[in-house]
């Protein structure tokens, strides 16, 4: 009889994308981990992905449509960073709360995984219905608390956790919001990709590149995931995946 694995145990659908997941996205978007949500509808839509980060995720959606696709972010560091790594495309340092587009520049608005660093989400889904044009779609890629909770990389290190639920907005509050700020046809979905097996070569890199969370949990605490982790690749007789599942937020400006 093969031993379960308590910390991190193996379901079907952690193995699989959901059928309605796996209609709605081409093969290659499967393969580059990103929802198809995310991507421009026409391939000739105008994309701003806010929060953008290093740029790869812009390029990406650039890469999979003729789009215009530019990119913003409010740190000048990533923003430099992209720049250098994707030199054809356009990104912007802006404050999502203030963007400088005029009205009505884009059909496409993205945002992946970013919704919980803003201080006022109402300005900035104000500033997402005025740059979007008439049937424009916003896409934001967000994680509940029960996706956070499923991670096998949170659940052994309960107050990492903790930290981050209580950055993340429900989804039922996001969508009431997107309701508040006129937006329509608003839809969730989940999305999960794989990343890795969960393996050696992923606690080591745990170890020393910690997520921000982590690093600010006590030593102890950190050490004593570590070790759980290990214990749990150490007795499974499966292999074990990481995945990460996020919910992609949809809605259209009428």
């Known amino acids: 009889?093969?031993?379960?694995?308590s910390l991190?145990?193996?379901?079907?659908?952690?193995?699989?994308?959901?059928?309605?997941?796996a209609v709605i996205q081409k093969q290659v978007v499967q393969e580059k981990r990103i929802p198809g949500q995310l991507i421009p509808a026409a391939l000739t839509s105008d994309s701003s992905p806010?929060?953008?980060?290093?740029?790869?995720?812009?390029?990406?959606?650039?890469?999979?449509?003729?789009?215009?696709?530019?990119?913003?972010?409010?740190?000048p560091e990533r923003v430099s960073y992209a720049r250098q790594s994707h030199p054809s495309l356009t990104f912007h340092q802006e404050n999502?709360?203030?963007?400088?587009?005029?009205?009505?520049?884009f059909s496409v608005v993205t945002m992946m995984v970013s919704?919980?660093?803003?201080?006022?989400?109402?300005?900035?889904?104000?500033?997402?219905?005025?740059?979007?044009?008439?049937?424009?779609?916003v896409a934001i890629a967000t994680v509940s608390t029960e996706q956070l909770a499923a991670r096998p990389d949170f659940r052994a290190f309960p107050t990492a956790l903790r930290m981050e639920s209580n950055r993340f907005p429900a989804i039922a509050t996001l969508r009431e919001e997107l309701s508040q700020h006129g937006f329509t046809a608003i839809e969730d979905m989940p999305f999960r990709e794989v990343i890795r097996p969960l393996d050696a070569t992923f606690l080591r890199w745990l170890e020393h590149y910690p997520f921000t969370a982590l690093t600010k949990i006590p030593p102890e605490e950190f050490r004593d995931g570590l070790n759980a982790i290990a214990h749990s690749i150490q007795t499974c007789a499966t292999v074990q995946l990481l995945h990460d599942e996020y919910t992609v937020i949809t809605a259209t400006k009428p």
């Open 1 to 5: 009889m093969e031993q379960e694995c």
């Open 96 to 105: 999502a709360e203030a963007l400088s587009f005029a009205n009505a520049s």
């Open 115 to 137: 919704v919980q660093r803003f201080s006022d989400r109402s300005k900035v889904f104000r500033q997402v219905n005025r740059v979007l044009r008439s049937h424009g779609r």
């Open 8 to 21: 991190f145990p193996i379901r079907e659908r952690d193995l699989v994308v959901t059928a309605r997941v």
């Open 50 to 75: 806010i929060r953008c980060g290093p740029g790869d995720n812009t390029a990406l959606m650039a890469a999979l449509s003729r789009a215009r696709v530019e990119g913003v972010d409010i740190d």
